[in-house]
């Protein structure tokens, strides 16, 4: 099984659902009008999420 194979028919699912995809969907956006603390836990072993995009969130 593809490991993009999972993420892709659940993107596709929050597309129908949602409205919107995986790849349109915008943490930055979202956190900008967070107005409770967040906790950000991303290990640099991470080979999915880049750990530099946790970082710019926590900017």
Known sequence: MSERLVP?????LTKIRAGY???EAN?????????VPILYIHGE???????KLTKELYQ
């Open 27 to 35: 943490a930055l956006k979202v956190v900008e009008k967070a107005h």
């Open 8 to 12: 892709d028919i659940t993107s596709l």
């Open 21 to 23: 995809s995986f790849r």
């Open 45 to 51: 072993s991470d080979t999915f999420v880049p750990t």
